[in-house]
C-alpha cells in the first residue's frame, strides 16, 4: 500500500467522481481508477459501490477512509516538520489579518519583524476574520490576527493581543461631528452604512448593542469597504468601525471619528489551528507579536 494509493482513494470519495477526482490530482482518470482497485485487490475487500451514476463507500470503505485520511495527515504534518528543520535562505510565512483591525500589523511585519529574523520572508494577505478562520481550517495559513470574539471555534486557539473599542466615523460638517462622544441613543433614526452583510463583526457587534436599547437605525449595505468611508464623506449616512487608524478615515479631512459614550469594546489578537503543527517561522511570528502586547502594557 503507497500514500499514493490513499490520496486516490479519498480524492475519489471527496468528488464522487474519478474523473474530477483525477482533475484535482493532475493525473488521468485511468490512472485513478487502476490505483483504487490494485488497492482493494490488494485489501481483499471491496471499498467502493459503483454504478453508472453513483460512487458509495462500502461498510469497510468506510472505516478505511477515516484511518486513511489520519495517515494522510500524519504524512502531511511529517513533511511539514522535516521541511521546518531543513536549512534554507529563506523560512516562507503566510499571515492574513483585517486591515480594519490590524492596521498597526503593517509597520511591525514589513519592518520590525523582518529586521529581527531575516532569515524568515512573510507573505501578508487582507481578509476578515471568519475567512482567516475557513483558510486555516483549510491549513491555507498557518497564523492569523483577527477579532476573537469570532473565533470561538473547538478547531481555533487564539491569543488576546489588544481590546478595541468601537468608533463612529461621520461627515466633517455632521451636528454629530462636535460632540466628544455619541450617545447610542443618537443613531435612531440615522442611516448607517455597512459592509457586506452578514459577514462582519462590526455588523454583527454594533447591531446587538443597538437591538439592546432597542434603536432601529436606516441599514445600507455597501459591497466594498472604501465605498463605506467615501459614502460618509459625501455626507451619505454614518459607519462604525473597529479601527480608526487606517489611513482612509485618519488622512481624509472630510471625516471625524469619534467613541461612542457607553464604550463598545472587543477584543483581536492572533488565530491558529488548535492540533495542527505550527513551524518554527509561525512561532517566531507567535512570539514576536505577543512581545508587541508586552510592550503596550509597559
Known amino acids: 500500500m503507497e500514500l499514493r494509493q490513499l490520496e486516490y482513494f479519498t480524492a475519489v470519495n471527496k468528488f464522487k467522481n474519478y474523473t474530477k477526482a483525477a482533475e484535482y490530482l493532475h493525473v488521468s482518470q485511468p490512472t485513478v481508477s487502476i490505483a483504487v482497485q490494485k488497492l482493494e485487490e490488494e485489501l481483499g475487500v471491496q471499498l467502493l459501490e459503483r454504478d453508472n451514476k453513483n460512487i458509495a463507500l462500502t461498510a469497510p470503505g468506510r472505516v478505511f477512509l477515516q484511518e486513511a485520511e489520519k495517515i494522510l495527515t500524519a504524512a502531511e504534518r511529517l513533511l511539514k516538520i522535516m521541511d521546518d528543520l531543513r536549512p534554507s535562505a529563506k523560512k516562507h510565512l503566510k499571515v492574513a489579518f483585517p486591515s480594519t483591525i490590524g492596521s498597526w500589523l503593517w509597520k511591525e511585519l514589513l519592518y520590525r519583524f523582518p529586521a529581527a529574523h531575516p532569515d524568515i520572508e512573510p507573505e501578508i494577505e487582507e481578509h476578515g476574520t471568519a475567512e482567516i478562520i475557513r483558510l486555516l481550517k483549510a491549513q491555507e495559513i498557518e497564523i492569523g490576527y483577527g477579532v476573537i470574539g469570532l473565533a470561538d471555534d473547538e478547531e481555533i486557539e487564539h491569543e488576546v493581543i489588544r481590546r478595541g473599542r468601537m468608533k463612529l466615523i461621520v461627515p466633517a460638517a455632521h451636528p454629530f461631528a462636535s460632540l466628544a462622544a455619541v450617545?447610542?441613543?443618537?443613531?435612531?433614526?440615522?442611516?448607517?452604512?455597512?459592509?457586506?452583510?452578514?459577514?462582519?463583526?462590526?455588523?454583527?457587534?454594533?447591531?446587538?448593542?443597538?437591538?439592546?436599547?432597542?434603536?432601529?437605525?436606516?441599514?445600507?449595505?455597501?459591497?466594498?469597504?472604501?465605498?463605506?468611508?467615501?459614502?460618509?464623506?459625501?455626507?451619505?449616512?454614518?459607519?462604525?468601525?473597529?479601527?480608526?487608524?487606517?489611513?482612509?478615515?485618519?488622512?481624509?479631512?472630510?471625516?471625524?471619528?469619534?467613541?461612542f459614550a457607553d464604550p463598545i469594546v472587543f477584543d483581536t489578537g492572533l488565530i491558529w489551528s488548535k492540533n495542527k503543527f505550527l513551524s518554527a517561522a509561525a512561532r517566531k511570528f507567535k512570539d514576536f507579536i505577543i512581545s508587541c502586547k508586552e510592550q503596550d502594557r509597559k
Do not use: H, W
Request: with cysteine; proline share 5%; charged share 25%.
Open 183 to 259: 450617545p447610542i441613543e443618537k443613531l435612531a433614526g440615522q442611516q448607517l452604512i455597512m459592509y457586506a452583510k452578514g459577514t462582519t463583526y462590526t455588523e454583527k457587534l454594533l447591531l446587538s448593542k443597538l437591538a439592546e436599547k432597542k434603536i432601529a437605525p436606516k441599514l445600507l449595505y455597501v459591497r466594498e469597504q472604501s465605498s463605506v468611508f467615501d459614502m460618509v464623506a459625501q455626507e451619505c449616512g454614518l459607519a462604525a468601525v473597529l479601527d480608526d487608524r487606517v489611513s482612509a478615515i485618519r488622512d481624509n479631512p472630510r471625516l471625524v471619528s469619534l467613541p
